[in-house]
């Protein structure tokens, strides 16, 4: 497995941007699929953006054009530029990493869009 540390959320307002980083540690970090999903108050876990270790990418449809994900492979960090930020993705953001059916996450982060 390994460790996940999310950094960047904040306050912004509607319309603005934010970029969060996570930065992993553990062994062959290089092979796992990375990704962020979020959590807003009273809903479920949402899928936001992966990217795999050949860099391929999705996204989820909420975030598609605003978003984009990118992963530094020699500082072993992912990070989520979120562009337009609407109040709807007001949540906690949780890095992930996945491989072969394990998962590990970060402690959260929260970024709040609000005028």
């Known amino acids: 497995q390994v460790q996940l540390v999310e950094s960047g959320g904040g306050l912004v307002q509607p319309g603005e941007s934010l970029r969060l980083s996570c930065a992993a540690s553990g062994r062959n970090v290089g092979i796992y699929r990375l990704g962020w999903y979020r959590q807003a108050p009273g809903k479920q876990r949402e899928f936001v953006a992966t990217?795999?270790?050949?860099?391929?990418?999705n996204y989820g449809d909420s975030v598609k054009g605003r978003f984009t994900i990118s992963r530094d492979y020699a500082k072993n960090t992912v990070d989520l530029q979120m562009n337009s930020l609407k109040p709807e993705d007001t949540a906690v953001y949780y890095c992930?990493?996945?491989?072969?059916?394990?998962?590990?996450w970060g402690q959260g982060i929260q970024v709040t869009v609000s005028s």
């Open positions: 992930n990493a996945y491989v072969g059916g394990s998962n590990s």
């Open positions: 990217i795999t270790r050949g860099g391929i990418t």
